[in-house]
């Protein structure tokens, strides 16, 4: 039989709603933080399939990458001939980005954009669902690792921690975010709603009669956490700095990642991801500017540079770290696309990023230089970089316990 706890946190959650899964409640415990100094905000982005890191940052200086795709590889920068969207745009002579992400390029020029290459996980997995649990707990190897290294991360709160502390765009709350620190995450902020407003005034009467004190702190908990999103519901936005965002899914997350961060509710990590980049066929049309891979990074360069037009001043206290489970083969397949590889790209963006720069070792393409003879090699492990976030940006020096079992090395990113 039901009991009148199980009840009353059942009920609770049944009246909220985002989209159609009423899942934004992962953990139960919220508390609202008072106002105070602005935070340093850590924003993670997973492109989920396993993106194609030599041709979204392009080895144009590398004479093996001509060979190793001989009609994928995107060209090297325009010098006056040819289509200039076909083009690699240069970044210091020897990488450049795909056409589609020329609105990265001011980010690049204003030095608040950095690229880690030849990163990654180091293990060599080449499965989607264990490479991606991998990094998102942050335990390459390791399944039994019950939380995510974002939520781990999370500094502990001197008081009272906002009920959006940490949240996450999409219908369930991501691996990198569960764990013992409260974390939300909702489809959207307008599509959150109290659909009875009458039950919601019953439920939280009943909850204040529980004698339960944990119960009864769910019940408060949960309904400040309602009030809160309800205000910023009420509130219209509008991107400053001429920011359009792309309409596509993860346009919409970044903008209303945004629009929590300029509202001061104590956003202190958030999670977006972007899916659609595992590429076997057809990765690039007949011109290398074209295709599927383009149409992607079109909206998550896109995404990227209104987020940060839209943030302005705010950047200075906002760094965003975009990551992928795995890279591609360095060597195009029989269908026009790539095939599951190791070492990837990452990007790194924000006021305190030491940006205009690719950071890492380049391993290099010839054959007796890739991992395994086909893929692009790892040279800087992915907790290295976002270790090196953790502490010198979100101010979390306890970086092995975020990552335990691994001393991350700095980058030099911030």
């Known amino acids: ?34 106002a105070g100094a602005r935070k340093k905000i850590l924003v993670a982005i997973f492109q989920r399939g396993a993106a194609d890191g030599l041709n979204v940052v392009v080895p ?71 490479a991606q649990d991998y990094m998102e707990s942050g335990t390459p190897g390791v399944k039994v690792t019950g939380d995510g290294w974002m939520n781990r991360a999370l500094p502990k709160a001197e008081a009272r921690p906002s009920p959006v502390r940490a949240v996450a765009l999409g219908a369930v709350l991501p691996r990198a975010m569960r764990g013992a620190e409260p974390a939300v995450a909702m489809q959207s902020i307008d599509a959150f709603q109290v659909r009875n407003p009458q039950a919601a005034k019953m439920f939280q009467e009943m909850y204040t009669e529980v004698r339960d004190p944990m119960m009864r702190a769910t019940g408060t908990d949960t309904f400040e956490a309602v009030a809160l999103l309800q205000s910023i519901q009420r509130q219209s936005y509008t991107p400053s700095g001429g920011a359009e965002y792309p309409r596509g899914p993860f346009g919409q997350s970044l903008r209303q990642i945004a629009q929590l961060i300029k509202s001061d509710v104590g956003v202190e990590m958030a999670f977006a991801d972007i899916g659609g980049w595992d590429h076997h066929v057809n990765e690039v049309a007949q011109r290398p500017g074209d295709g599927i891979l383009a149409n992607r990074l079109a909206e998550f360069g896109g995404a990227l540079a209104s987020f940060w037009r ?89 970086v092995h316990a975020v990552f335990p079992g691994y001393a991350p090395k700095p980058v030099g990113l911030v």
């Open 60 to 130: 144009h200086g590398e004479p093996a990458y001509y060979r190793l795709r001989p009609t994928i590889a995107i060209g090297r920068p325009a010098t006056g001939a040819g289509r200039a969207e076909d083009a690699a745009i240069d970044l210091d002579g020897f990488f450049g980005l795909h056409p589609a992400l020329a609105p990265l390029k001011p980010l690049w020029d204003a030095r608040q954009l950095a690229i880690v290459d030849a990163a990654g996980s180091p293990d060599p997995t080449r499965s989607h669902f264990d």
């Open 310 to 398: 839209d943030m302005g001043d705010r950047m200075e206290d906002v760094v965003v770290v975009t990551m992928s489970e795995f890279g591609r083969t360095a060597k195009e397949n029989g269908n026009r696309g790539t095939d599951h590889g190791h070492a990837n790209c990452m990007f790194a963006m924000g006021g305190a990023i030491r940006g205009g720069k690719v950071y890492g070792k380049w391993p290099g393409l010839e054959q007796e230089q890739l991992y395994e003879g086909r893929d692009l090699a790892l040279t800087t492990d992915f907790r290295d970089v976002l270790g090196e976030l953790v502490a010198r940006h979100m101010g979390n020096r306890d």
């Open 1 to 34: 039989m039901r009991t009148r706890r199980l009840f009353l946190k059942e009920s609770a959650l049944a009246m909220v709603g985002v989209g159609s899964a009423p899942m934004w409640l992962e953990r139960a415990l919220y508390a609202k933080q008072s």
